[in-house]
C-alpha cells in the first residue's frame, strides 16, 4: 500500500461549489503539506503543518483553507471553488528531522 | 526573479548519450538541495540531493556551486527510462522549517 495517499484522485466540479481534498500517510511523519501544479510551472506550497497543533500559510493560501484532523490526516478545502484554481494537487510529507518530502499520488481537480 | 529557475527544455537525448542541465537560485542562505524526478501526471520523486562536494549517484552527477549559486545535474549513458522532467529544489533557512522551493523543471526526452 501506498505510504500517502490523496483522495479523490480526479474531480470535476462547478465554480462556487465547496470541495475537500483529503491526504492520509502511514509514514509516522510529523510534518504535512499542500501543493498545487499548473502547467510548465513548478510546485507552490498553499499550507504547511508541522504538527496536529500547527497550520502555516504557504504562498498562495488565499481561497483554501486547511484542517489537520490527526498526525496522519491532512485535507484541504476549497470553500467556493474557482476556476483558476484546476490544477493537480500534491500532498507531502516529511520528518521533522530530514529534508526529504514525500509526495502522495495527486489530485487532478477541473473547475468548470 | 523566481527564487529558483530552470532551463523548461525539453532536451532530446539520443540514447546512450549525456545530458547537463542547470538550475540557479536566488536565496544565498539556502541550505539544502535536491533533485527530484516527475513522470508525466505522476507525483514527484526525490532523485538525489546536492551536497557541496558534488554527489554521484549511478548515471547521475549532481554540483553545487555556491558562489555563482547553481546546481547541476548530469545523466550519463541516458536510457529510454531517464525519459521525466528534473525538479530542482532548494530548501531555505532551516529555522522556517522544511519549506521546499522548487523550479519550473527541465523537461529530458531520450530518443532511440
Known amino acids: 500500500d501506498a505510504d500517502v495517499t490523496q483522495t479523490p484522485r480526479n474531480r470535476i466540479t462547478k465554480t462556487g461549489k465547496r470541495i475537500m481534498l483529503e491526504c492520509s500517510q502511514t509514514k509516522g511523519h510529523d510534518r504535512m503539506y499542500w501543493y498545487r501544479q499548473d502547467p510548465g510551472l513548478g510546485l507552490q506550497l498553499i499550507y504547511y503543518s508541522f504538527d496536529v497543533k500547527d497550520i502555516n500559510k504557504g504562498e498562495i493560501s488565499d481561497g483554501y483553507s486547511v484542517s489537520r484532523q490527526a498526525q496522519a490526516k491532512f485535507s484541504l478545502s476549497l470553500e467556493s471553488a474557482i476556476p483558476n484554481q484546476t490544477a493537480l494537487y500534491f500532498c507531502?510529507?516529511?520528518?521533522?528531522?530530514?529534508?526529504?518530502?514525500?509526495f502522495g499520488p495527486g489530485t487532478r481537480l477541473t473547475v468548470l | 526573479r523566481k527564487e529558483v529557475e530552470q532551463d523548461p527544455g525539453p532536451f532530446n537525448v539520443p540514447e546512450g548519450a549525456t545530458v547537463a542541465f542547470n538550475c540557479t537560485y536566488s536565496?544565498?542562505?539556502?541550505?539544502?538541495f535536491f533533485w527530484y524526478r516527475q513522470d508525466c501526471r505522476k507525483e514527484p520523486k526525490l532523485l538525489m540531493s546536492?551536497?557541496?562536494s558534488g554527489n554521484e549517484d549511478g548515471r547521475f552527477t549532481a554540483q553545487l556551486n555556491r558562489a555563482s549559486q547553481y546546481i547541476s545535474l548530469l545523466i550519463r549513458d541516458s536510457k529510454l527510462s531517464d525519459s521525466a522532467t528534473y525538479l530542482c529544489v532548494v530548501n531555505g533557512v532551516k529555522a522556517a522549517g522544511n519549506k521546499l522551493t522548487f523550479g519550473g523543471g527541465t523537461r529530458v526526452l531520450v530518443k532511440p
Open positions: 536565496n544565498s542562505a539556502s541550505q539544502s
Open positions: 546536492v551536497y557541496s
Open positions: 507531502a510529507t516529511s520528518d521533522r528531522l530530514a529534508d526529504t518530502q514525500y
